[in-house]
């Protein structure tokens, strides 16, 4: 079905975030990615059940390293706590993740949330995002400290983000809460505007 | 204007590119590489500033961050910057500068009068002079002592210039760039590691650029050259100058202050932040700061034209400068000698140096010698001539043990001097690391001793002031911190070979006599140059029992001026020690604190100063529809709330009546998505909602909702909600728009801590949801045209039932409850959905006259329904007996958070302030939120307090103010007239039920 009700709350930042971002190799970009499916489970990794379960409908067993995450083909699966993960998918999968999940793990001790709409996801990517994150970010943003598999929860300046290494040109990609996304926005824009001039 | 005093010579200065600058409103000329003071030096202007109490004239007396005098204003207009140290600034075309501290000019300054008063003056002068009346303190002395006192002046204009924030991680940190520094960085650099180097200077090198020392052969500066070029080459390596480690705290966190465009000039670079200030963690630390040379404290030491004897060098090698034209050097070691030798040939006439030391047979006293230099042992300058300019100065044999001149008087004339006191390490880092320090008596010095954090320090803030110790310990030290992060194997690279020239020691010579005992007669000894502070007024206040290091400072106010005591600190507590005749270390010293270097405010604020970036303002998905439409806004939390909607002409009295009248007459429509949302399920659920709610949850239907309040432990109400059943083991709660986090918090304390044997998950869903409420007689038909699949009949969906429908093509979660006493439904819908069910709403419910209203309009509604806002009717102080919700409290269902408190005697007594209406005798009065109120009109001082009121209103539907008010004893007292007080004001009040409109709750099915 497709979903034409639907709006980003930052819709009306679309045309500024194409204006801020900074084309060529050493730029940086800013795009919102709406709409992703995304699905919070609880439930115990020591239950061999509970892991089954997840990995028959996801391909992926939950990472029980903290600030990891998990992918395989459009499904990742990021860890948030000691019996807490986050699933997240291609748009528009929710409802089947969900129903699939609460069937794979039907009478055990978890709980299978919707969280689609609980937050919208920001990708900053390009030379100069990493730059960008320093700027906005109390923890070490270089390889070293946090490369592709990584993944914090965290302020980016004053808003509370899901913060994730998804690839190495690098790009951040923050899930944040939709309330906070305008001012998420119009930070990092701002952070990103010496780039502007100096490519 | 022409640069007399410039020489041929001048390492990093370019004579062929001139730069026209102003300063007191002259016109000037410099070179590139000039700093101000370097520019004025070769000008010939000394006379740069006035003293801060006595307003003596004064001249340039270092070339770096510890400068005293040549404190300055740059520029005007916006971008004017008080305070700043003319030796830091490099010269740009155009700049203009002018003195602080003086008025009508620094030439002729009318509060100069203070010099002749300057007796009065003394230690503790303002602790004596103004103390009585006390009455005076704030009204007259203090006012006027800060007009007097005046440095710089901040411009009023919105500073046009950004400022930003960057948070840097690295292995090793190394803090200044000079020979040590550099070692430091190399080593710590070619082993892979990240490594910082920050120096506060514009160029690298640190003193190698100020002297002409000789490294393998050749000179230093091709070294540097080298070592900053290999350096640059290295990805790991991040070179930062201009920039200024201020702070040094816990965890190897070391905040750095770059000024990145103030050179450029300003206004010169809009694309980028003036300034940055770094955040950096550091795995390991080399502190390479150097040290400070200190004056040597003699008779009229602060005479326009005398120096630091390694500034003057420094003007003279560095910049092409020349101090002046003949100088006399005052030394008690053997640095100055190198000072000499090099002011001689680059033009200067020194004829003397006059050193305190009996026997001076060193290397470089002796090469002075054969440069022609007299050298007079065991003496001093006991006297100095002239007043904008030293003119000469008078010499004779003094004691050793400093207690009186010996010898007669011989005048050299001179328009320069060049004094060193010797070296002080530059321990201000090391000690903001909470390192300890040693006092160590051969060096005179202060010296780091045992780190406390994960630090090194070397070179000549070690003490190790020798050019092959500072390359050896810094590649020792970049090596061994690499190591200790795990990079290299810890062995340093072979050390580049300084030729050094041995030094004799140095000889510790605190206060150099004069024809008076010091502190009679005239003539003054400076030690603390900006605060004016002299030895007379350190041995003053040691007389005066101020025997603690850190009382003298206070008392005298050394080390207390914008460059925190850096040439001052050692020479005052040596002062204080001799005394009290007690060893320095005994005495001890001063607390170093950060900054360093003063900071500016904008730079430490960031950009996190303006506008929407200031603080997050979190918005609805229906924000931009509010905007739009003309709603004023009311800040909850962070959030933006609509708070009314007024149309043309209206003001917020109209909106609200026209609004509520909407609410009890049509259809009404509100933005609630900001109640906090909590998910909770597993097979405890329903008895964890026992435990942590009042009321009894077991019961609760599926498909049915209730209203609920947590207590903290102590009985007192901390947050309400309503809380609906989605399944057998599955709850929606909610809770207030400023309680969310904080209910999440607690509900999970209480699950990990208390009963860990639930199996409960709580998650926080509270932007999963848009959240709509719908409310008034109208509401039943808006939304079965919504949801036409969706039956909303009394029957099949009454208060406080919810049901899952499609509403407006979208999935919802329908909930009927009403916090304003009609007919009401909330819609939730997903997030992103939100905007697009309140504009459907608005589309179908245009026939209906559906009124968007705001928090006011929900305000007045539940108030006159008495429903209490926590928060607002509560304090933290109130049982639900208290607000009259008694009701609410299960008797028998067996123990809650916080019920154990109800049988505290406090708890349990009958008059305790409780919830109640209040109704003014003059319906139009609306009552002050927060006025007190008394049970009589007129009250014996102090008035017994029995009450406030905690919400206020007009009432449009009653026609009649109302009030909620937290009275003692007010169940008791319903219908008796009290007195609310408001200023002065005094307004008869009747106690009434809260409850104002439809008490029997006819209204809430439509």
Redesign the interface.
């Known amino acids: 079905m497709v979903d034409n009700f639907r709006n980003s709350i930052i819709a009306d930042k679309a045309q500024a975030m194409i204006n801020g971002s900074v084309s060529g190799e050493n730029g940086v970009t800013l795009t919102e990615v709406p709409f992703l499916a995304q699905v919070n489970i609880r439930g115990n990794a020591d239950d061999k059940k509970f892991v089954a379960g997840v990995k028959k409908v996801t391909g992926l067993k939950v990472p029980t390293d903290p600030n990891t995450y998990v992918t395989k083909g459009d499904l990742t699966v990021f860890w948030l706590g000691p019996n807490e993960w986050q699933l997240v998918g291609a748009v528009d999968a929710q409802a089947d993740l969900i129903a699939k999940l609460r069937e794979a793990l039907d009478g055990l001790h978890v709980a299978i949330i919707d969280v689609s709409g609980n937050r919208t996801a920001l990708d900053l990517s390009g030379a100069q995002a990493r730059n960008v994150m320093k700027k906005s970010c109390r923890l070490d943003m270089d390889p070293q400290s946090f490369s592709v598999g990584q993944a914090v929860q965290t302020r980016v300046e004053k808003a509370p983000v899901l913060l994730q290494m998804l690839n190495d040109q690098p790009t951040y990609r923050m899930f944040v809460r939709p309330s906070f996304a305008e001012y998420l926005v119009d930070w990092l824009l701002d952070a990103m505007g010496e780039y502007h001039h100096s490519s | 204007m022409t640069e007399q005093f410039r020489t041929t010579q001048g390492s990093r200065v370019d004579r062929s590119k001139a730069i026209n600058f102003t300063f007191n409103g002259k016109n000037y000329k410099g070179v590139e590489g000039d700093t101000l003071a370097s520019a004025l030096i070769a000008n010939g202007v000394h006379l740069v500033g006035r003293s801060f109490k006595t307003h003596r004239p004064r001249g340039i007396l270092t070339c770096g961050s510890e400068e005293p005098n040549a404190i300055i204003q740059l520029e005007t207009g916006p971008r004017s910057e008080p305070n700043l140290r003319a030796t830091q600034v490099e010269l740009y075309e155009g700049l203009s500068a002018k003195s602080v501290n003086c008025w009508p000019s620094v030439n002729f300054d009318i509060a100069a009068v203070n010099a002749i008063a300057g007796r009065i003056f003394v230690a503790g002068f303002y602790y004596k002079t103004f103390m009585k009346p006390s009455s005076l303190w704030m009204t007259v002395w203090e006012p006027a002592i800060r007009r007097m006192a005046g440095l710089g002046v901040l411009p009023r204009e919105k500073d046009p210039d950004t400022y930003?924030?960057?948070?840097?991680?690295c292995e090793v940190m190394v803090v200044g760039s000079g020979p040590a520094g550099l070692s430091a960085a190399l080593a710590a650099g070619r082993t892979g590691a990240?490594v910082v180097l920050c120096d506060e200077h514009p160029e690298f090198g640190g003193t190698l650029l100020n002297t002409k020392e000789i490294i393998d052969g050749k000179p230093a500066q091709e070294w540097v050259k080298t070592a900053v070029a290999e350096l640059e080459a290295m990805d790991n390596v991040r070179l930062l100058k201009r920039a200024n480690a201020f702070g040094y705290y816990d965890h190897n966190y070391i905040t750095v202050h770059e000024r990145r465009t103030d050179h450029f000039g300003p206004g010169a670079k809009p694309?980028?932040?003036r300034q940055r200030i770094w955040?950096f963690?550091s795995k390991q630390v080399v502190l390479a700061t150097g040290s400070h040379e200190r004056p040597l404290v003699f008779a009229d030491n602060d005479r326009p034209g005398t120096m630091l004897a390694a500034a003057g060098q420094t003007y003279a090698n560095r910049y092409g400068a020349l101090p002046g034209r003949r100088g006399v050097v005052f030394t008690n070691n053997d640095s100055a000698y190198s000072v000499a030798i090099d002011l001689v040939d680059a033009g200067m006439d020194i004829p003397t140096v006059v050193d305190l030391r009996e026997v001076v047979d060193g290397d470089l006293p002796n090469t002075a010698r054969k440069k022609g230099i007299e050298v007079i042992t065991g003496s001093g300058i006991v006297a100095t001539l002239g007043r904008k300019r030293v003119k000469g100065v008078e010499i004779a044999t003094v004691s050793s043990d400093g207690s009186q001149v010996t010898g007669t008087k011989r005048k050299i004339d001179c328009d320069t001097i060049l004094s060193s006191g010797g070296w002080s390490p530059a321990v201000h880092l090391f000690s903001q690391s909470i390192g300890k320090l040693r006092y160590d008596e051969e060096k005179v010095c202060f010296v780091p001793n045992v780190s406390s954090q994960n630090e090194r320090t070397v070179g000549a803030c070690k003490g190790s002031f020798d050019l092959q110790s500072a390359l050896d310990e810094g590649a020792a030290a970049g090596a061994a911190a690499a190591k200790d992060t795990g990079f290299g194997k810890g062995k340093a690279p072979a050390s580049p070979k300084a030729l050094v020239v041995e030094e004799k020691p140095i000889k510790a010579y605190w206060v150099v006599p004069t024809d008076h005992p010091v502190g009679q007669g005239k003539r003054k000894h400076f030690v603390d140059f900006q605060h004016d502070v002299t030895a007379a007024d350190i041995m003053l206040a040691a007389r005066e029992g101020m025997h603690s290091v850190e009382h003298m400072k206070r008392y005298t106010t050394t080390g207390m001026a914008t460059d925190q005591g850096k040439l001052s600190n050692v020479n005052g507590l040596a002062i204080l020690s001799s005394q009290l005749e007690k060893a320095i270390p005994k005495v001890g010293t001063t607390t170093f604190r950060p900054p360093y270097t003063p900071v500016n405010f904008g730079a430490l604020a960031g950009?996190?100063i303006n506008g929407?970036?200031a603080?997050?303002?979190?918005?609805?998905?229906m924000?931009?529809w509010h905007l739009e439409n003309g709603a004023t806004f009311e800040p909850v939390g962070q959030?933006q709330r609509a708070w009314y909607y007024p149309k043309a002409g209206e003001d917020m009295h109209a909106a609200v009546t026209r609004e509520t009248a909407a609410l009890r007459d049509g259809v009404g429509i509100l933005d609630a998505s900001t109640l906090g949302k909590i998910?909770i399920?597993?097979?405890d659920a329903a008895k964890f909602l026992n435990l942590i709610y009042t009321n009894a949850w077991l019961k609760l239907p599926v498909g049915m909702c209730r209203y609920g309040f947590m207590l903290k432990e102590d009985g007192m109400v901390f947050d309400d909600g309503v809380t609906s059943r989605l399944g057998e083991n599955h709850f929606h709660m909610t809770t207030t728009t400023g309680g969310a986090a904080g209910v999440l918090d607690w509900l999970e304390e209480y699950l990990q801590t208390e009963w860990p044997d639930l199996?409960v998950?709580c998650?926080?869903?509270?932007?999963?949801?848009?959240t709509l409420s719908i409310g008034g007689p109208k509401a039943r038909q808006l939304l079965e045209e919504l949801a036409p699949d969706m039956d909303f009949s009394n029957e099949n969906f009454p208060f406080m039932a919810w049901r899952d429908g499609v509403v407006?093509?979208?999935d919802a979660r329908v909930f009927r409850i009403s916090f304003t006493g009609d007919l009401s439904y909330e819609i939730n819908v997903?997030?992103?959905?939100g905007?697009?069910?309140w504009k459907k709403c608005m589309e179908l419910g245009e026939k209906y006259d559906i009124t968007p209203y705001g928090t006011e309009t929900m305000h007045v509604l539940r108030a006159e329904k008495g429903f209490v806002i926590v928060g607002q009717e509560t304090d933290g102080t109130q049982t639900p007996q208290d607000l009259g919700m008694d009701w609410i409290v299960a008797k028998k269902k067996g123990d809650f958070v916080g019920r154990r408190s109800f049988i505290r005697e406090d708890t349990a007594r009958a008059d305790r302030k409780q919830l109640v209406g209040l109704m003014t005798d003059n319906p139009k009065e609306v009552l002050t939120e927060g006025a007190q109120l008394t049970y009589e009109r007129v009250n014996p001082t102090p008035a017994p307090m029995v009450g406030h009121v905690t919400s206020s209103y007009w009432s449009p539907n009653l026609d009649h103010s109302i009030a909620m008010a937290l009275v003692k004893d007010g169940h008791n007292r319903m219908g008796q007239w009290i007195y609310a007080h408001d200023r002065g004001k005094v307004t008869k009040v009747k106690i009434v039920s809260p409850v104002f409109y439809d008490p029997k709750g006819e209204r809430r099915d439509g």
């Not at chain 2, 930003?164 to 991680?169: A, L, Q, S, V």
């Not at chain 2, 603080?615 to 998905?621: E, F, G, K, S």
């Not at chain 2, 997903?830 to 959905?833: D, F, T, V």
């Open positions: 930003d924030h960057m948070n840097e991680f990240r694309e980028l932040t955040h963690r950009r996190g929407d970036l603080d997050p303002v979190r918005r609805t998905p924000y931009s959030w998910d399920q597993g097979k199996e998950y998650t926080s869903v509270t932007e999963e949801w848009s407006a093509g979208v997903r997030n992103w959905h905007l697009h069910l």
